[in-house]
């Protein structure tokens, strides 16, 4: 922030103050903003990982799911659909996805980087036509599951692009993690508008 007075001068006490903010009050909203950016800087994307999703990009996976509160709820739904149930009308009446009651869950076409981490993970681990066998746990709740078609992606991106985007993803990834592990540590209040903002996109 020295940097930024020194460089504004006077016009960044004017600046603070068209946004109704004093120096203490920036000073507090800035620093989740700094640590984030601080664990971005020391993170090293491993290249297997990258590799991975340079090959994930080259599929297109159609998907539906259910997402519900508990593991509990989402194991007994995985039961009911081994025993025959349609996964479709299950989605509908289960799913807390806002836009589950009228699209049955349906995700449409999925590409790399679409989903959050776990989700993605589990679901370029299956084949067409596989139902999750376990809940699949993201920060959203615990989700189920269903592949429907896989297809070569339509318009592929250019490699370097993918890598490039993929070690963005893969670092915010980790830097979300290892704030929030901190936090939790230091038993920061989460909800402070101070820190709200280092947890914007987590997955």
Request: aromatic share 6%; net charge negative; hydrophobic share 35%.
């Amino acid at each position: 922030m020295k940097a930024q007075k020194e460089m504004m001068g006077d016009m960044f006490e004017m600046s603070l103050a068209s946004e109704g903010l004093t120096e203490e009050t920036f000073k507090k909203q800035m620093k989740p903003q700094l640590m984030k950016q601080k664990f971005l800087a020391s993170i090293e994307v491993d290249e297997k990982s990258i590799d991975e999703a340079v090959e994930r990009s080259k599929k297109e996976i159609h998907a539906r799911h259910i997402l519900v509160e508990d593991e509990k709820t989402a194991k007994d739904l995985i039961k009911q659909i081994a025993d025959g149930a349609d996964f479709e009308k299950l989605s509908k009446e289960h799913s807390t996805e806002p836009q589950a009651a009228e699209t049955g869950g349906d995700l449409g076409w999925v590409q790399q980087g679409m989903m959050v981490p776990p989700f993605e993970n589990a679901l370029y681990s299956m084949k067409k036509g596989d139902v999750s066998k376990e809940p699949v746990k993201s920060n959203f709740g615990y989700h189920i599951i269903e592949v429907l078609d896989i297809r070569d992606t339509e318009e592929p991106k250019e490699e370097e692009e993918i890598r490039a985007k993929a070690e963005e993803q893969l670092a915010n990834v980790e830097t979300e993690a290892r704030l929030a592990e901190l936090i939790k540590e230091a038993k920061v209040d989460t909800k402070d508008d101070a820190f709200k903002d280092a947890f914007k996109g987590m997955n």
